[in-house]
């Protein structure tokens, strides 16, 4: 027994051999492909953002604390808090609680992850709702310096006497959201310059 093979019709333009883009033609696409690849990756890091945060606000909603950056539980059962001084004690416990900057470095993957991007981002995000700047300085990278300072001013608005865990939440919940609407607001700009260049 033989197999039949069928073969499509040649449509003109189709076969990879016929097509010959002048190098402009190959600049712009291979252009445009970056962007889209580069456009696609900062909406993946945007919504990685907001589910860290709505991570982050769950733990403060099951344990928010004040003058510390974690709390475990110990053999015993007993909850230690934990900060610069203590901060290897906790090593392989589960967290009970954190501060508002420990629950986002804890949702994004605990101690060894605190200067990763996405942590870094996240903590960026929440500063930004936190004073109500402008959405084109979200979409800047800060100085070292200046992330220092806006980590340093997010643990003072945490450790204010009278906050309450629902702030602390809600900061979080709210910072989520503006991750996600800058998401969205990229992907309409994106779509825009696309309709407008055809």
């Known amino acids: 027994m033989t197999a039949a093979t069928i073969s499509a019709p040649k449509v003109a333009g189709t076969d990879l051999a016929e097509v010959h883009l002048s190098w402009r033609a190959r600049r712009r696409q291979t252009r445009e492909l970056q962007l889209r690849d580069q456009t696609s990756a900062r909406l993946a890091e945007l919504d990685h953002i907001g589910c860290l945060l709505n991570e982050a606000a769950d733990l403060v909603r099951l344990g928010w604390l004040q003058d510390s950056w974690f709390a475990y539980r110990d053999d015993t059962g007993c909850v230690r808090p934990v900060n610069a001084y203590n901060v290897k004690e906790m090593k392989g416990r589960p967290v009970v609680g954190a501060c508002l900057v420990g629950a986002v470095i804890q949702a994004g993957g605990g101690l060894p992850q605190v ?53 602390a939440e809600d900061l979080l919940r709210r910072s989520a959201t503006a991750a996600r609407s800058e998401a969205q607001m990229r992907l309409r700009a994106v779509n825009d310059e696309a309709l407008a260049s055809r």
């Not at 959405?135 to 009278?162: C, F, K, M, Y």
């Open 115 to 167: 200067r990763s991007q996405v942590v870094q981002r996240a903590l960026d995000v929440t500063w930004h709702t936190l004073w109500n700047t402008s959405p084109d300085l979200v979409r800047s990278t800060p100085a070292p310096e200046i992330r220092t300072h806006h980590v340093q001013d997010l643990t003072r608005w945490n450790d204010h006497r009278g906050r309450t865990a629902g702030e």
